[in-house]
């Protein structure tokens, strides 16, 4: 059945290449924390937030950096759901010729060393990457296996952070649901269904309908998928029950040509929900249905 309460996670930066690729994507904490204010105005009731080097556009993982957005954005008010990302740390890029050789563009640190920033700025909501992954072409690998996360869903559970839960492929969901038969995981369950990442799960409706099927009782679940099927996509996950995810993290366009700013995707997902006969859900309502505290 269609999800009639819809919530709205507006992706704003990410740590792909595309800070060259487009002006609108923000780089430092106040372009960041702009960017959250302003994708909340426009209905979005979560902001899903990577760091980047102000001065290079890189991403990072700089404890500073995050603590400097979340103060930009409570400063203003603005009633928003923080999700701070937990997945940087896992990339290794191997040389395929001598695989015990690591490539620059390697970040791999251990399950732990990911949550420094969770653990000081305790966030509504962090990720955890639930698998490690053929990153794109090339040599580049993400690296996530079951003794890190389990690491690591233990220490985000003694923070009392929700994880959010991101799926890249139905191997990752099977392994999730374990974590939660082990006890690391606290209901309600709450997944990202990950779609269109070259070497995951491809954006066909027919591999979501699987993934949907293969969560556990009372789970709350969004799902995305990159480029021109973010939007899409929006319908997709709400005709299935679920929530909705777009931002410059995953799209760059609101149509060939127009470059879009997130706050303007996350317009087009309100449009799309209310369409489709669904209301948009608040900060307060996401909250209660992903279980987290009240906002204080």
């Known amino acids: 059945m269609p999800n009639e309460n819809v919530i709205i996670t507006a992706a704003l930066t990410g740590a792909g290449n595309t800070v060259r690729r487009s002006p609108h994507v923000p780089v430092t904490p106040e372009q960041i924390a702009k960017n959250a204010v302003e ?64 490539l620059p563009g390697t970040d791999l640190v251990s399950g732990l060393d990911r949550l420094p920033h969770v653990e000081e700025l305790l966030p509504d909501i962090c990720t955890l990457d639930c698998g490690s992954l053929n990153f794109g072409d090339g040599s580049n690998l993400y690296v996530s296996t079951p003794d890190m996360l389990r690491q690591g869903a233990k220490r985000i559970q003694e923070l009392g952070v929700r994880p959010e839960l991101e799926i890249f492929d139905t191997g990752q969901l099977w392994f999730a649901k374990q974590l939660l038969a082990e006890g690391l995981l606290d209901d309600p369950t709450v997944f990202q269904l ?103």
């Not at 709400?238 to 909705?244: D, R, S, V, W």
Request: charged residues 20%; negative net charge.
């Open 39 to 102: 994708a909340a105005d426009a209905g979005a009731a979560v902001v899903h937030i990577h760091v980047r080097d102000p001065e290079t556009g890189d991403p990072s993982r700089d404890t500073k950096l995050y603590r400097e957005v979340v103060e930009r954005i409570k400063e203003t008010g603005t009633d928003v759901v923080i999700n701070l990302t937990a997945g940087m740390g896992g990339d290794l890029v191997i040389d395929p010729n001598e695989p015990l050789n690591h």
């Open 194 to 296: 990950c779609m269109g990442i070259p070497w995951g799960a491809p954006a066909d409706p027919g591999v979501l309908q699987s993934m949907v099927n293969m969560l556990p009782e009372g789970a709350q679940f969004a799902s995305f998928a990159l480029g021109r099927m973010q939007m899409p996509w929006v319908a997709q996950s709400i005709l299935l029950g679920g929530h909705a995810r777009v931002g410059l993290e995953d799209n760059l366009y609101l149509g060939k040509g127009n470059k879009a700013t997130n706050a303007q995707l996350v317009e087009r997902a309100v449009t799309i929900t209310e369409s489709l006969g669904s209301r948009v859900a608040t900060p307060d309502e996401a909250r209660a249905m992903l279980g987290l505290k009240p906002r204080s």
